[in-house]
């Protein structure tokens, strides 16, 4: 009876230690999500899932587990109610419920609106990521490259804005010279502009595409050859387009 009793013991301090690895205090770096992909990692430490993250209606969803526990709320309180069929996640500050397959959630008793509803699929109940984490204070970004979704504090950089940029533009200064087989040092800058795209398509979609409805930061960059301007479209996560197929004549 008492060898029972300590391996229920044992079991269960191994189940809190495995569940809990992003909820020592708040999120200070980035956790990132791959979709289709059975790990997550937390400041560059990877913790294996028992779900998959994956793409609906152009959303990523992500195991509601899981997610909450990286937005810093409590294991504990993380609430599912069978009968309502509700997920109720809560803070010292936020209380949020969502209904699976609701278009309406609730934060702090106020009615929002989503364009997605929460799903259960095989016993697990998945909710969509960029709707969960802003309430709680952090930002979603959609690296469609890597199709991975990180989400860091609000406010936070995982790199300096400045360094970002210029890293940026040098990089679509040479895609442009690439393609015009000119030299880099005769393309210039006219503009640069920090932007948020409203989905994955940074603002230039292709025909019969889909893309992910995530708020994904980054740049609208003119370039010009002295006759010519040409604009590209850039994420945070280093994708880029060049938003036509020919460039736009000086006037």
Not at 40 to 55: G, Q, S
Not at 61 to 80: G, T
Request: net charge negative.
């Amino acid at each position: 009876m008492h060898k029972k009793l300590f391996l229920l013991a044992v079991l269960a301090f191994v189940f809190l230690i495995s569940s809990t690895s992003c909820a020592s205090g708040n999120l200070s770096g980035e956790v990132v999500f791959r979709v289709g992909n059975n790990t997550y990692t937390i400041n560059d430490e990877t913790t294996t899932m028992d779900a998959v993250p994956f793409i609906e209606n152009s959303r990523t969803f992500i195991p509601v587990r899981y997610l909450a526990i990286c937005l810093s709320v409590p294991e504990s309180n993380i609430l599912w109610s069978s009968s309502a069929r509700t997920v109720t996640l809560k803070t010292d500050t936020v209380t949020m419920e969502m209904a699976v397959g609701g278009h309406i959630f609730y934060v702090n008793d106020a009615a929002c609106e989503m364009d997605v509803t929460p799903l259960i699929i095989n016993g697990r109940t998945y909710l969509p990521a960029r709707y969960v984490a802003e309430p709680f204070g952090y930002m979603v970004r959609w690296d469609a490259a890597a199709r991975s979704v990180s989400i860091v504090p609000e406010g936070a950089d995982t790199e300096p804005a400045a360094n970002e940029a210029e890293k940026i533009v040098e990089q679509v200064k040479t895609d442009l010279a690439d393609n015009k087989e000119v030299s880099v040092s005769t393309i210039g800058v006219k503009e640069i502009t920090q932007v948020e795209w409203p989905d994955t398509s940074l603002g230039c979609p292709e025909p019969g595409l889909m893309y992910a409805q995530v708020i994904t930061p980054g740049y609208k960059i003119i370039l010009s050859d002295g006759s010519t301007d040409y604009e590209y479209h850039a994420g945070n996560g280093g994708n880029l387009i060049f938003c036509s197929s020919f460039g736009v004549a000086l006037k």
